[in-house]
């Protein structure tokens, strides 16, 4: 089956996994260049990629490789010779790349890569956790979180055509299982509605032999400092720039993004704050929260890295409480997010009491009646606010 005849075979709407979102992300951003080391949970992502790649359904190289490190050198490589390329992992597999991810950001190569959250070990441990992503949140990675599969597969596009105006790598997270092997109805674009809304990718600047440039040099203490500088501007330019390209992606798709989500904040004493699945079920607390008359509200963290301080203050600035649930933990400090909040919101004359909640780490769900149990602990409690709440913790 040719490549013209597969894309007319696919209807508008698929029940697919999160995994399987991604794949058709990247063949409807005409991605031409796919290295990755397969790693529970992403594994049926590479799979899937180089089984497009083989029958032609994608026109792209599949690089194989023995390693997570090399999958990313790999595409660093094809980045700089000014190729729209891809990779995957996960968990260890994250960590793996730390090295090259710094090296990505730094030569500013718009690579786009999906991490499905996972914990890191020891112990070993296949399940959601975003320990993995955040500990790489200085790398100089744009990093997107979803909370469905339909999101991360629109993430996937509009990542690229972020990475690609900004120069720089963008990562899009999504939690292991709960989404990367769940299935759900996801709205699968025509590629040609994709291509008049993602051009083709035209580098800045690429390895050309009529063209000589010097890659990687070594710079010294005389520009190493400005260069930094740059990088640091142009990351925080993402902040003007995606919400512009969240709305682009609206007109052309009739689906809405930007840097945060807020649901019933207006009136709201109470805020929690979430990132991927867990906002999920924690709309049902906040409705039925709102039911017994309690004024509580909810904001989803999409955008991290560079921080919407801004965005976040105008969500959260008026309650009296936060409650940040983190699905990840930093040792001897709490959750990620939470330490983030209490950062962004540290220049307002009042500030709200931001409680640090530490929920479903390897994976352990996390339900409405146990957001329901936090968001009535914190309406209650007057307990300090510098240590973290180790929700659902068994003695």
Not at 256 to 276: H, I, K, N, W
Request: some cysteine.
């Amino acid at each position: 089956m040719n490549y013209k005849q597969k894309e007319e075979a696919i209807p508008l709407k698929q029940v697919i996994k999160g995994n399987f979102a991604v794949s058709h992300g990247v063949r409807l951003s005409r991605v031409k260049v796919i290295s990755a080391y397969p790693i529970t949970p992403q594994t049926t992502i590479v799979e899937e990629l180089s089984e497009m790649c083989a029958t032609g359904e994608l026109d792209a190289n599949f690089i194989k490789v023995e390693s997570e490190h090399s999958a990313l050198a790999a595409v660093v490589g094809s980045e700089t010779a000014g190729v729209r390329s891809f990779t995957a992992t996960s968990s260890q597999g994250l960590l793996l790349m730390h090295e090259v991810l710094h090296w990505a950001a730094g030569a500013r190569l718009p690579i786009v890569l999906t991490n499905v959250n996972r914990a890191v070990g020891p112990g070993w441990n296949i399940w959601a956790d975003q320990s993995d992503s955040v500990s790489q949140r200085d790398t100089g990675w744009i990093q997107i979180y979803c909370e469905s599969n339909q999101e991360v597969l629109d993430s996937v596009i509009m990542g690229y055509k972020l990475a690609e105006e900004i120069s720089l790598p963008v990562m899009v997270t999504y939690d292991a299982f709960f989404l990367s092997h769940t299935s759900e109805v996801v709205d699968i674009p025509q590629i040609e509605e994709v291509d008049a809304y993602l051009p083709p990718y035209e580098p800045k600047f690429r390895l050309d032999v009529s063209d000589p440039r010097m890659f990687g040099g070594m710079i010294g203490p005389e520009f190493f400092y400005e260069e930094r500088y740059v990088m640091h501007r142009e990351s925080m330019e993402t902040l003007s720039v995606y919400p512009r390209i969240c709305r682009e992606f609206e007109q052309a798709f009739g689906r809405q993004y930007d840097v945060c989500e807020t649901y019933r904040t207006d009136d709201a004493e109470l805020v929690v704050v979430t990132a991927g699945t867990i906002t999920s079920v924690s709309r049902i607390a906040v409705d039925e929260a709102r039911e017994g008359g309690k004024k509580v509200g909810l904001m989803k963290l999409r955008l991290f890295r560079p921080v919407p301080f801004g965005r976040w203050r105008e969500a959260l600035g008026t309650a009296s409480k936060i409650a940040v649930i983190d699905r990840n933990m930093s040792a001897g400090l709490g959750g990620v997010f939470a330490s983030e909040v209490k950062s962004a919101l540290f220049a307002l004359d009042r500030r709200p009491a931001v409680y640090s909640i530490i929920a479903g780490l390897g994976g352990r769900d996390v339900t409405p009646r146990d957001v329901t149990g936090i968001i009535d602990h914190v309406l209650t409690t007057n307990d300090p606010v510098d240590r973290p709440i180790f929700w659902g913790l068994k003695e």
